[in-house]
């Protein structure tokens, strides 16, 4: 199985940036897909989740109605959609995959089985 994000970069204080995540190796289909992210000196931390099947998703409050998360299950892929960007958004972001129906909420990341490498976002002031 393997996870990767690509579309981090540098951008400036309200600005706006699509992050992907290719999944391969598994059925996409069968997966809650998250994002998490973690800027340095600090833990990794929650940011949006999307159900396998359907539309449903969940936000932490700090990027709440600023991101946005999707999938395209025919393209395997998850996007997390980021505007009005703060420095305080600068992390490496990662995505994450847990079978659907696992229970529980999605900030548990140990319920997470796959994992990306991870994507570099800075935001500038």
């Known amino acids: 199985v393997q996870l990767q994000a690509s579309g981090g970069g540098l951008v400036q204080t309200g600005g706006s940036l699509r992050l992907a995540c290719a999944a391969s190796?598994?059925?996409?289909?069968?997966?809650?897909m998250s994002w998490f992210r973690q800027a340095p000196g600090t833990e990794r931390e929650f940011v949006a989740a999307i159900v396998s099947i359907g539309s449903a998703t969940y936000y932490a409050d700090s990027i709440r109605g600023r991101f946005s998360i999707s999938r395209d299950n025919h393209g395997n892929s998850v996007y997390l959609h980021m505007s009005n960007l703060k420095p305080e958004d600068t992390a490496a972001y990662y995505c994450?995959?847990?079978?659907?129906?696992?229970?529980?909420?999605?900030?548990?990341?140990?319920?997470?089985?796959?994992w990306g490498q991870g994507t570099q976002v800075t935001v500038s002031s």
């Open positions: 190796g598994l059925t996409f289909s069968d997966y809650d």
């Open positions: 994450a995959a847990r079978p659907a129906y696992s229970g529980g909420n999605y900030y548990s990341q140990n319920r997470y089985n796959y």
